[in-house]
């Protein structure tokens, strides 16, 4: 397999170049800013596709040639890109079979990138040829470091549901099960009376009444990963035909909630990723933070490649706010500090036109005499004097279960409650580990478990009887395992486990749940400690009538449906422990102790007493430190000579506010 792109020492800089969009003029004048800035990788070609191929079989690339040969004559490198994300207009035309069609229906219109079926035989000819094209011409040309597979796959046609995509959705699942009968087992479609005859009698889950089967949803969306999955392979196939560079495309962790990037981490040489903040949170830098963790666990604790973020406002949010003084320093080394070995932004020049011209870039409407540009090149400074960090590991303690097909499965119709929503818990128990200095990790519920002294399944709803064994052998190995309600309720089909919940955990916990109480929206319930009248911590939107069958009480319900049964236990078993809560803690008397407690517990080791403002990173023998507050952090236990601003730390490390200091240990 290919290595990493072939680039100078150091973090790769850059981003999106569309030059295709400027008069040849202005070309020069970028590579002159490229160099200013420090940026040594652009990617390029994205949507080129109806420039180099105008008409089907006839290539033109005399505009390309003359954008590599005059990259490389800057010294800037090339992440050369496929530009299948969007066909020409010709090919629409001339394949109008290959068009997306929505679930009630709908052909969908062209004048946008994605408006094409995954699964259609034309496309896959036509992106095959262009491809073909593409990397025979440009696969020694040495402006090129690396191939860029296509542009955020799933982004407008995850699914399709034209008649090409019903039958290649049939065709899989005849793989998949081997007979009918097989499926029908699998879907339990006795209930209904949906029982088919034959593969031909599927379709897919087209609008229609409410309470379609689950079986036939979950693997619907398992079939739309392949098909994009399958697409990838072919392209990045077609180019080692001509190059031994490396090959990936852009991941969009973790907002791209139907494409299972567990499945998509085997297929590419280096994972990248695209991250873009939301700008309406108040807690944006957690949410980032939780992105680049994720990415790191998708690509195996290997370093991974931001491939887009924003120098400032995106455009396609409700409201889209600039960032402010310092906010994209931090944004950018905070990807550096878990893992990233690139920085690179959409884009580069700012558009004039399209759906993206309000867009920040790296070099915007307003020019060089601009903020956004000022701290582009301080960007620039910062990543050369991190080049040292390229290639080193972050390790964790801790990690988070995370798992797309549980993600899917749970936000299905028909739950228990409207509030059940994967990323809610998620995020709840991320924040409050990131506010104890806590680095996780993330995992899917079937890897291997040894390394982590703790592992929290805060949203794992559906789980294979082979993870639920996964999780019970590491806690009797010695691990400690907490896990949110709602959790080991269903297997791989969203069938439920025999017995009572939940299920796959029931011996692991220790317990047993004789029902749910979802709570009416606002409506909380109050928690204690066992015995005690003093009331603690609320939860929220769930609650349960908990059995303990080997477990002991934490915590009980003080008031609600279940006042005076457990609401947090724990469970001793072989060398480990295994903690279950029952409700929706929240807050810093809530979650964060609960939390805490358990860290402890577990033997988690971590940093005290610095506010939870300060994100503190380890990324191999370099300490991270990065201030989200208003107000200068002194952070105690800190020796070494600061990378940044070249000072020798002995003892301690005053972060300025806003500010970012990575040390050397």
């Known amino acids: 397999m290919p290595g990493y792109p072939v680039l100078p020492e150091g973090l790769a800089y850059g981003g999106d170049y569309n030059p295709e969009q400027w008069p040849e003029e202005v070309w020069q004048e970028d590579v002159r800013l490229m160099r200013e800035a420090g940026v040594t990788l652009v990617t390029v070609g994205v949507f080129n596709w109806g420039l180099i191929e105008p008409r089907e079989g006839e290539y033109d690339f005399s505009r390309l040639d003359r954008i590599l040969d005059l990259l490389h004559s800057a010294g800037v490198y090339a992440d050369l890109a496929t530009p299948t994300s969007s066909p020409p207009t010709w090919f629409r035309r001339r394949y109008p079979g290959s068009r997306l069609v929505d679930r009630e229906g709908h052909v969908l219109g062209g004048g946008s990138r994605h408006s094409f079926c995954p699964s259609s035989p034309d496309y896959a000819a036509a992106s095959e040829r262009v491809v073909a094209a593409l990397a025979a011409r440009y696969a020694g040309h040495p402006a090129v470091a690396m191939w860029h597979v296509h542009n955020e796959y799933g982004w407008a046609n995850a699914h399709c549901y034209c008649p090409t995509s019903a039958e290649a959705f049939r065709a899989w699942l005849r793989e998949r099960y081997g007979d009918v009968g097989a499926l029908n087992a699998a879907w339990g479609t006795t209930f209904w009376g949906l029982i088919y005859g034959s593969f031909d009698e599927v379709e897919p889950p087209v609008a229609a009444p409410v309470g379609l089967v689950p079986g036939l949803q979950l693997d619907f969306m398992r079939f739309s990963v392949d098909a994009h999955i399958a697409c990838f392979r072919r392209e990045r196939d077609t180019i080692r035909r001509f ?212 592992v929290v399944a805060p949203s794992a709803y559906l789980l294979a009887e082979a993870a639920a064994k996964n999780l019970h052998l590491y806690v009797e190995a010695g691990g400690h395992l907490l896990v949110s309600y709602f959790s080991g309720i269903v297997d791989e089909n969203d069938t439920i486990h025999p017995g009572p919940y939940p299920g796959g955990l029931r011996d692991v916990l220790g317990v047993a749940v004789e029902e749910f109480h979802p709570l009416r929206e606002h409506e909380t319930v109050t928690l204690r400690s066992p015995g005690s009248l003093v009331p603690g911590a609320t939860g929220r939107i769930w609650s349960e009538r908990v059995r303990l069958a080997g477990a002991g009480a934490v915590r009980e319900f003080a008031d609600g449906p279940d006042a005076g049964h457990p609401a947090v236990t724990r469970h001793d078993l072989g060398a480990g422990s295994a903690w279950y809560v029952s409700t929706a803690l929240d807050g810093e008397s809530g979650l964060r102790d609960l939390v805490a407690e358990v860290l402890d517990h577990a033997g988690v080791s971590r940093p005290r007493g610095l506010p939870d403002t300060l994100e503190l990173v380890r990324r191999g023998d370099h300490l991270f430190l990065i201030n989200h507050a208003d107000a200068p952090v002194t952070v105690d236990g800190v020796t070494g000579a600061g990378v940044l601003d070249g000072a020798a730390y002995d003892g301690s490390a005053t972060v300025p506010a806003g500010g970012v200091v990575v040390v050397r240990t």
């Not at 490396?246 to 994972?271: H, L, Q, S």
């Not at 957690?286 to 680049?292: F, V």
């Not at 409700?318 to 920085?343: C, F, I, Q």
């Open 243 to 454: 190059s031994d560079l490396p090959v990936t495309t852009n991941f969009m962790i973790p907002n791209c909630k139907p494409m299972d990037y567990w499945r998509w981490a085997a297929e590419v040489d280096v994972v990248a990723n695209d991250h873009y903040l939301d700008s309406a949170r108040a807690d944006s830098h957690i949410e980032l933070a939780m992105a680049a963790d994720l990415t790191r666990s998708v690509a195996g604790g290997r370093p991974w490649m931001l491939m887009e973020h924003s120098t400032g406002a995106v455009n396609w949010q409700p409201r889209n706010l600039a960032k402010r003084p310092g906010e994209m320093r931090r944004n950018t080394l905070a990807h550096v500090a878990r893992g990233s070995d690139s920085a690179m932004f959409f884009q580069w020049r700012a558009s004039r036109y399209g759906a993206e011209k309000f867009h920040s870039a790296m070099v915007p409407h307003v020019g060089t005499d601009s903020g956004i540009w000022r701290d582009v090149v301080a960007l620039g400074a910062d990543l050369r004097a991190l080049a040292e960090v390229r290639g080193a590991r972050v390790t964790a303690e801790v990690a988070v279960v995370w798992d797309w097909e549980s993600y899917w499965a749970l936000e299905f119709e028909w739950r228990p409650s409207a509030d059940l929503r994967f990323r809610e818990r998620i995020e709840a128990y991320y924040e409050a580990l990131w506010r104890e200095h806590v680095t996780v990790d993330f995992v899917h519920p079937s890897a291997d478990l040894s390394p982590y002294r703790l």
